[in-house]
C-alpha cells in the first residue's frame, strides 16, 4: 500500500464555473490532473500515520463522549408537531440544518491556501482580487469537483422501513445518509475514477446512474437506508434513533458481506471489501487504531470467495480524538488525510447533527449536508435521461475543525495492494 503515501493531484480548469440552482452541477470543464506540493506532511508507512497520528487517545469517556451519543429525548406537543410539518411541506424547504448547525458559512473564504479536497489540490495561492486567470481556474476546477461528488439527504415518502411505519429520515438519519455519501464516493472513485465530473449534458454515464439506483430509498436498493438498517440492528442501528460513526461503519460491513453472499446481484455488490480499522478497545471508546496488512487480506480473500489474495477495499476509521470537543492536537493530522489520494473524508459534523466532510482549508472544513428534506426519487438502474438534480449542490458550506464532534470516522479507497 506504498501509494498510500503518495500526494494528491493539482487540478485546474480552463473555463469558469456558473452557479445555476441549488443542486445544478458547475459549468466548468473537468480538471486537468497533475502533481503538487503541499503544506502538509507525508506520512512514510500506513503504520505512521494510524499508529502516530492518532497515538494518543483519552480512554477514559463518560457516555455523552462515546460515539454510541443518544439523542436527546423530545416530547412532541401539538406546535413542535405542526412546525415540523410546515417546514417538510413547505415549499420552501427551509433548513433543518440552520436550527442544528447555526447558520452555514458558505463559500471560499478570502484566504489564499491551498485547498484540498479528497486527495486533489486547488491552488489558489495567487491574488484573486487581481483577476489572476490561473487562481480563477482553479476555484472554477474546485467548484466542479465539489458539484460533481453525490449528495444524498433526508427524504421523505418513502415506504416505511419495516414496522416503524417512517417514512421519512428527518431530524435521525443523517449519520446513515453521510456514510452512504462517502461509500457512494468510494464507488464514483472505482468505477469512473477520480478525475470523472458529473456530466452537463445527457445520456449520463451508466455506471453513475447505477450507483444512484444503489442509494434508492427502497428495499430493492442494494444500500438503501433501509438495508443500511437492516444489516445494522446488531449495532443498535433502528428507525427513528440516532447512531454514532462507530456503530455506522461497522453495519456498511455486515450489509456488504451480506449482499456479497447473496446470488445473482453482482451488479449491485460494492465491488470492493469493507474493513474496520479500530483500536485496541475496539474503537468505540478511544485507542490508536491499528491497520493489520494480513487482517485486511482476509477480508479481501473473503470478499472475493477465495478467488484472490486482494481486492479493492474500503477502510473505515472510527475514532474518538477528544471528550466534549476535538482534541486541537489532532487537527494537523485530519487535514492531512485529505491529502492522501485515497482520501474517502470524514464524517463529522457538530454533536447530533453529521456531516460529510469532504475538503479541507487552513482550519476549515468543506461538508456536504444531509439535512435537506427532499422528496424520495429512485434511479433506475439503466435510467440515462434520469433528472439526478437532487443528488448534487453548488452551494460551498463550510465549518472549522476545531468545531466538529470528537466521534467520527475517516474512509479510505484502496484500489489495490499497492495503491
Known sequence: MKGFRERGFVASSKSSSTAESPHRSFTSDSSELGSADAKFSKPSLWSTFFASAFSVFDTHCDSSSTSEKKAPHIRHGNGWTSAVKKIVAGGSMRRIQECVLGTSKTGISNTTSDIWLLGACYKISQDNSSGDAA????????NHDFSSR?????RKGFD???DSKLTSDVSWG???RSSQMLVAQALLFHRLGRSWRKPLDKPLDREYVEILHLFGDSESSAFSIHNLLRAGKAYGLAAGSWVGPYAVCHSWESLVRSRREETNLEYQSLSMAVYVVSGSEDGERGG???LCIEEAARHCSEFSKGQEDWTPILLLVPLVLGLDKINPRYIPSLQATFTFPQSLGILGGKPGASTYIVGVQDENAFYLDPHEVQPVVNVSRDDVEANTSSYHCNVVRHIPLDLIDPSLAIGFYCRDKGC
Not at 135 to 142: D, E, I, V, Y
Open 174 to 176: 443523517c449519520m446513515l
Open 135 to 142: 487562481a480563477t481556474n482553479a476555484l472554477a476546477a474546485f
Open 150 to 154: 453525490i449528495l444524498i439527504t433526508y
Open 288 to 290: 490508536a487504531p491499528v
Open 160 to 162: 416505511a422501513i419495516e
